[in-house]
């Protein structure tokens, strides 16, 4: 197990949905991961509880969720690049950007004119 708990919790809910699991237990978790699970779960795509120091993560409706490695920061005008790269069409899923202003979805940060760093993508 590696030390990005992101990563390795968004591993986890891949490899929970490719062995048809409905539900995973997150050991370690922090504010950040609480907060792109929160944009999953706006989404329908998820659910969780917090119980201590464990979550509780409830998968519906998730193609892919992935961590960018390595975090690329990205300008307002580079934002489409990104959204081409990882989404495998235009309409479907998003990239999770983060910004001064927190986590928001690449629509959202186009539309705010932010820019930032590139974290997850899910569909």
Known sequence: ??????????????NAKKA???SLVVQKHSKL???????????GML????????LKIN???VN?????????TVAVKDINKYVRRFLP????????????????KHDEAEEKNLGGCVIAYMF
């Open 33 to 43: 991961l609480r907060n792109i699970l929160d944009i999953a779960k706006e989404s």
């Open 59 to 61: 998968i519906s409706d």
């Open 1 to 14: 197990m590696s030390r990005d708990i992101v990563a390795d919790a968004l591993n986890q809910i891949m």
């Open 89 to 104: 069409s235009r309409n479907f899923g998003f990239v999770i950007i983060s910004t001064n202003q927190g986590l928001v």
């Open 64 to 72: 892919a969720i992935k961590a960018v490695k390595p975090r690329y």
């Open 47 to 54: 659910t969780y509880e917090v119980n201590g120091t464990q």
């Open 20 to 22: 048809r699991k409905t």
